[in-house]
């Protein structure tokens, strides 16, 4: 069983940035692909952007491409999410998931874990 934990969400404004990071419980952490999903009040689970086990392969959802970076620290268990220009939109409880596997997915529902989530508010 492993335990996620975000950190790093916050109110900020349009323009600004925020560094997201999720800890992982378990070892070894690169056995697992990590993913970013964030929910809006009343909307769905949407993808944001996954990285495999290795950081090889990266993906971003269209709506982030350019702002968004995701990257991971194998030797910290950690994967961050760096947010840059950030807009009132992007307004949404952001989770991180992990994936027993090497490949990444954009599907919430290949992940097996999830983190409790981190707000962040993006003020206009």
């Known amino acids: 069983q492993v335990r996620l934990a975000e950190s790093g969400g916050g109110l900020v404004q349009a323009g ?9 419980s378990e070892r070894p952490f690169s056995r ?15 993808f944001v952007a996954a990285i495999s086990w290795g ?18 620290d194998n030797t910290k268990n950690t994967v961050y ?3 840059n220009s950030l807009k009132p939109e992007d307004t949404a409880v952001y989770y ?3 994936r027993d596997t090497v490949g990444v997915s954009i599907r919430a529902y290949d992940y097996d874990y999830w983190g409790q989530g981190t707000q962040v508010t993006v003020s206009s």
Do not use: E, H, N
């Open 32 to 46: 697992y692909a990590m993913g970013w999903f964030r929910q809006a009040p009343g909307k769905d689970r949407d």
């Open 81 to 83: 999410l760096q947010m």
């Open 96 to 98: 991180c998931a992990a």
């Open 55 to 72: 950081g090889g392969s990266l993906y971003a959802a269209d709506s982030v491409a350019g702002r968004f970076t995701i990257s991971r």
């Open 16 to 24: 600004g940035s925020l560094r997201l990071s999720c800890a992982a």
